[in-house]
């Protein structure tokens, strides 16, 4: 016990520690190595702005680091930076030991959120029992804060594809929102809410206790929680001619993709569905291959699926000899590293050895696809093949990925030398074989369809719902 005192102590001593400012000296070097390392590691960085736009942006932020900061003002900045690479795949993370003396600080806002359909839904409390708040209630503001203003200060550090607004929408959920506004208004020690609960138009006002960020833990939720069936690999008959498939993550190392698929299809053919429903509105994407594979069951046909698949040359220089890279046929020519043709199809499965589907289990009924701001990754791939062949028809929300494709793949990890902040910087360039009339925009629905607030409480799939009634009516 002793020792858990001390350690504990040492903790609270060095997060003050922590809260001294860093020198505008060094503020700089680490800021213009990040920079430095960006542009030679990034394809993202002048995408979507080009560079005299973006290299405006940079200088800006620069500006701001003539005098000495703390480390969390410091990491802030560097959020900034790195919304500009347009990119959803980059990331940024304060050294461990900082999050620890971070999380120790009674000053994070108790609860998680869901935003939807532009409410800000409470869905789970982990400080104090409040009887007065209920799971699903609807936050208008925070300690005077309205939820729009809130919204536009934690917007831009949330990296998204091009210009893609509803993926920020879905990011700025969970533990993000307590997360970000800590890191945007500073420290707090309680909250003062404003909120309705659903079906009543009273505007409630209560005060909450802030709490340690080591607090959200499972064993201190407060709500039960709803289960949602797109958060769950599932096959289910609506009736005679309908059929609903959710596949939640193309990255799930526990299931067998290819068993998977093959088996659903199998259902789907000899119950002779007509119309066939799959849900990735949850689907962030994952192993490269799996989207490709689900594809191949809607289609006969063999795309190109991305026009080229790029690297700069530091990251192909420093990964070139590895097995990856020499399966893939990666070559340097010029100035730039290219992955072998015979991957842009979308019948490449990585290395993941799939065989092509039996010609017989190929679905060729009707199809729906149900997207959302979290469709991301090689889920937004999944529905750019589907929308290149127009194969199907979108219900739901713009995909969070961008159409165009994104810079994933492969990462390099660089640690700033002085504040020791480390950035993920993914360096492969994904090139999809489509030239869309809007850059930096995701695959958007046929029928705009969010979750509404009165479905998320009574735990409905709001998008499912609609597309059996428009199959239907």
């Not at 394809?43 to 405006?56: C, I, P, R, S, V």
């Not at 006969?300 to 420093?318: E, S």
């Not at 199809?367 to 739901?396: C, H, N, P, Q, W």
């Not at 994104?406 to 360039?429: F, M, Q, R, W």
């Amino acid at each position: 016990m002793r020792i858990f005192l001390l350690l504990i102590s040492i903790l609270f001593i060095s997060y003050g520690n922590a809260q001294n400012k860093i020198k505008p000296k060094k503020l700089n070097e680490d800021f213009d190595y990040l920079i430095t390392e960006l542009k030679l590691q990034h394809q993202g960085l002048y995408q979507y702005t080009g560079e005299n736009n973006t290299d405006a942006k940079i200088d800006s932020i620069r500006e701001t680091l003539k005098t000495s900061q703390t480390k969390l003002e410091f990491y802030e900045k560097l959020r900034y930076v790195i919304g500009l690479t347009n990119e959803g795949h980059t990331s940024i993370e304060l050294p461990k030991w900082t999050m620890i003396k971070l999380g120790l600080s009674k000053s994070f806002l108790p609860l998680t959120v869901k935003l939807s359909d532009g409410n800000l839904i409470a869905t789970q409390n982990y400080g104090k029992n409040i009887d007065d708040l209920d799971k699903g209630a609807k936050i208008i503001s925070v300690n005077g804060r309205k939820l729009n203003e809130i919204l536009k200060r934690l917007y831009p550090l949330i990296p998204s594809d091009g210009f893609n607004i509803t993926s920020k929408q879905e990011w700025i959920g969970g533990l993000n929102f307590s997360l970000l506004y800590r890191l945007v208004y500073g420290k707090e020690k309680k909250y003062e809410l404003q909120f309705q609960e659903l079906g009543n138009g009273e505007i409630q006002t209560l005060t909450i206790p802030a709490i340690r960020f080591t607090k959200f833990k499972t064993k201190n939720a407060k709500f039960k929680s709803i289960q949602f069936d797109y958060n769950d690999f599932k096959f289910e008959q609506i009736n005679d001619s309908i059929a609903y498939l959710s596949i939640p993550s193309f990255g799930n190392d526990n299931l067998d993709y290819e068993k998977f698929y093959q088996s659903n299809f199998k259902k789907i053919d000899s119950l002779d569905i007509k119309h066939l429903i799959i849900d990735i509105q949850a689907n962030g994407g994952g192993t490269e291959g799996n989207e490709n594979l689900l594809f191949s069951y809607l289609t006969n046909k063999v795309v190109q699926k991305y026009k080229q698949v790029t690297m700069l040359p530091k990251p192909y220089q420093i990964n070139k000899n590895k097995q990856g890279y020499i399966e893939d046929k990666w070559t340097f020519k010029d100035t730039i590293a290219k992955r072998g043709n015979f991957t842009l199809d979308s019948n490449y499965y990585s290395d993941l050895g799939y065989e092509s589907p039996q010609k017989g289990l190929i679905y060729k009924g009707e199809l729906y696809v149900l997207t959302s701001g979290k469709t991301f990754s090689g889920g937004a791939e999944f529905a750019g093949l589907i929308k290149m062949t127009d194969r199907g028809l979108f219900i739901g929300e713009e995909t969070g990925g961008a159409y165009e494709g994104n810079v994933s793949g492969y990462s390099e990890y660089v640690k700033l030398p002085n504040s020791k902040i480390e950035v993920k910087i993914p360096t492969v360039h994904f090139q999809v074989n489509v030239s869309p009339k809007i850059k930096g925009r995701g695959v958007k629905p046929d029928y705009n369809v969010p979750q509404t607030w009165e479905d998320y409480v009574n735990g409905k799939n709001t998008k499912k719902d609609f597309a059996i009634k428009t199959i239907t009516e």
